[in-house]
């Protein structure tokens, strides 16, 4: 049994990404079951072949605002994008992101920052979070690109962005544990998502909890934790 309490799954795929598998309503669907308190829909942007394009985006919070759930889900709208360059800017224009509530970025296959070398790809990543153009870095290791962590984790703690524990990239567990140990250490914030890209994975936090548990993470650090620590974090209304 552990201590730790994850009310919202914060990394959600739809079909809008482009290869997953279920539709809003359906991954909304599981996260009642799973009885969460909150799900955000963060789908890819055009930067990955296949993402959704800007207008989607700018639509997404009127498709959350009009989906009624049974239980007061709290649907959050967000995008996972693309850097597309050194300077860190985003694949969409700022004004299309405007509206949504939790911006994020990693790297991803078939990318800019994919085909960078290590040093350019940790510059492009330190400008985004200097430059808050993003709220959460996703699965910072894991994903196969490398990259200069500690410099990443010490940007997010300056500029008070957030490292994402992604619960589909816990496959080597020396580096989960690595990751957190350092996270914990300087006192960076974490976000905690399934990357679900079909419904079924949605809340599945049972690879991610014991992990928190063996470090003894501080709670205070994760922001899906609580409701007010989301509201405060991501400057939101639930
Ligand atoms: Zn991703
Ligand atoms: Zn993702």
């Given at each position: 049994?552990?201590?730790?309490?994850?009310?919202?799954?914060?990394?959600?795929?739809?079909v809008a990404?482009?290869?997953?598998?279920?539709?809003?309503?359906?991954?909304?669907?599981?996260?009642?079951?799973?009885?969460?308190?909150?799900?955000?829909?963060?789908?890819?942007?055009?930067?990955?072949?296949?993402?959704?394009?800007?207008?989607?985006?700018?639509?997404?919070?009127?498709?959350?605002?009009?989906?009624?759930?049974?239980?007061?889900?709290?649907?959050?709208?967000?995008?996972?994008?693309?850097?597309?360059?050194?300077?860190?800017?985003?694949?969409?224009?700022?004004?299309?992101?405007?509206?949504?509530?939790?911006?994020?970025?990693?790297?991803?296959?078939?990318?800019?920052?994919?085909?960078?070398?290590?040093a350019?790809?940790?510059?492009?990543?330190?400008?985004?979070?200097?430059?808050?153009?993003?709220?959460?870095?996703?699965?910072?290791?894991?994903?196969?690109?490398?990259?200069?962590?500690?410099?990443v984790?010490?940007?997010?703690?300056?500029?008070?962005?957030?490292?994402?524990?992604?619960?589909?990239?816990?496959?080597?567990?020396?580096?989960?544990?690595?990751?957190?140990?350092?996270?914990?250490?300087?006192?960076?914030?974490?976000?905690?998502?399934?990357?679900?890209?079909?419904?079924?994975?949605?809340?599945?936090?049972?690879?991610?909890?014991?992990?928190?548990?063996?470090?003894?993470?501080?709670?205070?650090?994760?922001?899906n934790?609580?409701?007010?620590?989301?509201?405060?974090?991501?400057?939101?209304?639930?």
């Amino acid at each position: 049994m552990t201590k730790y309490k994850i009310i919202a799954d914060l990394h959600v795929h739809t079909v809008a990404s482009g290869h997953a598998a279920d539709t809003i309503r359906v991954v909304c669907k599981a996260a009642e079951q799973k009885k969460l308190d909150g799900i955000a829909i963060t789908d890819h942007g055009p930067g990955v072949p296949g993402g959704a394009e800007r207008v989607y985006f700018w639509t997404l919070p009127r498709l959350a605002r009009g989906i009624k759930t049974h239980t007061g889900l709290r649907v959050i709208t967000g995008i996972e994008e693309d850097i597309k360059n050194r300077k860190g800017e985003l694949m969409i224009p700022a004004v299309f992101l405007k509206d949504l509530e939790i911006i994020m970025a990693g790297c991803h296959p078939l990318t800019w920052i994919a085909e960078q070398s290590a040093a350019t790809r940790t510059d492009a990543l330190i400008n985004a979070i200097v430059k808050n153009h993003i709220q959460v870095v996703t699965h910072p290791f894991g994903s196969g690109y490398d990259l200069n962590l500690e410099a990443v984790i010490d940007a997010c703690v300056a500029s008070g962005v957030a490292l994402e524990f992604n619960a589909s990239k816990v496959n080597d567990m020396n580096e989960s544990l690595n990751f957190l140990e350092r996270c914990a250490q300087k006192g960076a914030s974490i976000t905690v998502g399934s990357d679900a890209h079909v419904a079924e994975e949605v809340g599945d936090f049972n690879r991610i909890l014991p992990l928190l548990q063996k470090t003894e993470f501080p709670e205070e650090l994760i922001i899906n934790r609580s409701k007010e620590a989301m509201e405060s974090f991501f400057k939101l209304e639930w």
